[in-house]
């Protein structure tokens, strides 16, 4: 009997609900809303700032049959640009409901669109490094086929544009002499990149040059005497670092220089000429190599004496 009753009752209910039809307020979330004539702007050289996928909230009021079931997709949502210019726009909303289905509130009941000027800017190509190379390589150039290229967007966002970089993984990069392709990515002043400008090439051709290095003896070869009555004591450096192709260093074990002292008067630093073979050179950071030629006296007089013997 009261499983009877319990079900008597909720036909009863349900009869009395689909006899009566209350009115009820759903709130649909998230409903999109559609920009109507963007190219409107567009034709005028601006665009959208920062554009979004915009929604509403909408409430409706209906019938319990007609907005009980109601979906986002059910209702259209449209703001117009015809008209607009450059800076914000403040856009109403027209709200387009399924028969029989009002609206009650729409939240937010206004979207606020931020106008800009299109506009193109000459920007620097920097060409970066990315990773750390062997401790024995170096690189000794990175030259990109383009300094600058053309960034493109709303004004404000092309204004924030510091630089583009072109960023190349150092473990990309080989033996010697290299080219490869390169996206470009517009940054800041801070290196953090800015989106919503094109940049024109996207990508740039970027020719690397990468050496090894090697530390080796320098061996000193003296030539030619002091001049006449001096003797000269010559002070070099006993390593010298060079780069070159991994194969061409590899099994380099010294490199050979001569001093040149004819004719010396007078102590001074002199040129070391470096006896490198082709395809050696000096190591980034080392400067031309110089020695210490001390000039002395051959004979010298001592200063004082006798008298003399009476």
Do not use: C
């Amino acid at each position: 009997m009261k499983v009877l009753s319990l079900l008597m009752a909720t036909i009863l209910w349900g009869y009395v609900i689909w006899e009566t039809n209350p009115a009820i307020s759903p709130t649909i979330n998230n409903v999109p809303v559609q920009i109507l004539n963007a190219e409107s702007i567009e034709e005028k050289g601006l665009i959208i700032l920062d554009p979004q996928d915009y929604t509403v909230n909408v409430k409706v009021q209906g019938k319990k049959k007609d907005a009980g079931n109601i979906k986002a997709s059910d209702i259209r949502v449209t703001a117009d640009l015809d008209g607009y210019g450059e800076g914000e726009a403040v856009l109403e909303l027209n709200v387009t409901t399924p028969e029989n289905i009002s609206v009650v509130e729409v939240v937010p009941d206004k979207i606020v669109l931020n106008i800009d000027r299109i506009v193109e800017s000459e920007k620097e190509v920097r060409v970066e490094p990315d990773g750390a190379l062997p401790a024995d390589a170096e690189l000794s150039s990175m030259t990109p086929d383009a300094e600058t290229v053309t960034v493109k967007g709303a004004s404000t966002l092309v204004a924030n544009v510091a630089y583009v970089s072109a960023s190349i993984p150092t473990d990309s990069m080989i033996d010697g002499e290299n080219t490869q392709t390169v996206q470009l990515v517009p940054v800041d002043s801070q290196g953090v990149q800015v989106d919503g400008v094109s940049v024109s090439p996207a990508s740039i051709e970027v020719a690397t040059v990468v050496y090894y290095t090697k530390t080796v003896p320098l061996i000193t070869e003296v030539v030619g005497e002091p001049a006449e009555g001096k003797t000269a004591d010559v002070i070099a450096r006993e390593n010298i670092t060079v780069r070159g192709r991994r194969n061409t260093i590899r099994n380099l074990t010294e490199v050979r220089g001569i001093v040149d002292i004819s004719g010396m008067a007078e102590s001074g630093e002199v040129p070391v000429r470096l006896e490198l073979a082709d395809g050696v050179s000096l190591a980034h950071g080392e400067a031309d190599v110089f020695a210490s030629v001390i000039i002395n006296d051959e004979n010298p007089q001592e200063s004082g004496g006798d008298e003399g013997e009476q």
